[in-house]
């Protein structure tokens, strides 16, 4: 791991575990890489992700203070966090409930192997859950992988939580998630399974996700009904 995410991440946990409260100012760059031992330029850029993750602000003239309100929760926003990928991870695996619809090995098509980067007729799980929240519909999840890169993969681990199995089993680092928002009408699927009406849109996302080692190990397609589905960002003006 770089330096500068070392740092970010030390940060962010005592952003966390509010040793950096609400508000408070952080001491300027100087002072922490007098602290981190490092170059005014690596503590900048610990400061730039933590920026951009909106849970820092610079204000000029005023130095870098720990924002009010984070779009997210802090824990789903750390870059180098467990959590930060899997929605068991996100909310808690008390509050999930899985329904396998379907687990297969398939050959690749064209399509899914330019998608996955993987060779035309290499073997890769087929998955299809519908994800389930305190009890209401959640998610609708199509899901495809390659067994070269997620080998073992199993529906015990399937009926619970796959990014689990990943990160913790077989000990792999998720990277980062390219995804496609569009919303689109509903289909019959969606309609029995997501509890929605015949007219009812969805948010459909379309996802891509890396290991730290480049290799893509998923894409995916996945339903929300419009109700339980909310997207934050942050942009920040440079």
């Not at 068991?88 to 330019?114: N, Y």
């Not at 299809?128 to 997620?150: C, G, Q, W």
């Amino acid at each position: 791991m770089s330096k500068y995410n070392e740092i970010a991440d030390d940060i962010r946990s005592k952003i966390t575990n509010q040793i950096y409260k609400v508000n408070e100012m952080l001491p300027d760059e100087f002072s922490l890489a007098e602290q981190y031992e490092c170059s005014k330029m690596t503590v900048k850029k610990a400061m730039d992700l933590l920026v951009n993750e909106g849970l820092i602000v610079k204000r000029r003239g005023h130095g870098t203070i720990v924002k009010e309100a984070p779009l997210f929760n802090v824990h789903q926003l750390k870059r180098n966090d467990k959590n930060h990928f899997g929605l068991t991870q996100k909310v808690g695996e008390k509050r999930v409930k899985t329904k396998v619809l379907a687990f297969h090995v398939i050959p690749a098509s064209q399509q899914l192997a330019s998608l996955l980067n993987c060779e035309l007729n290499s073997f890769i799980y087929e998955i299809k859950r519908l994800r389930v929240v305190d009890n209401k519909p959640f998610a609708l999840e199509e899901t495809y992988m390659p067994i070269s890169v997620i080998p073992g993969l199993s529906e015990k681990h399937v009926n619970k939580s796959i990014y689990h199995y990943i990160q913790e089993e077989l000990k792999l680092k998720i990277k980062s998630a390219q995804k496609i928002l569009r919303a689109v009408k509903g289909n019959a699927n969606d309609i029995q399974l997501l509890n929605i009406h015949k007219h009812d849109p969805v948010m459909e996302v379309e996802q891509i996700v890396f290991l730290d080692n480049g290799k893509v190990f998923e894409y995916s397609i996945t339903h929300h009904s419009y109700q339980s589905y909310e997207f934050q960002t942050v942009i920040i003006n440079e």
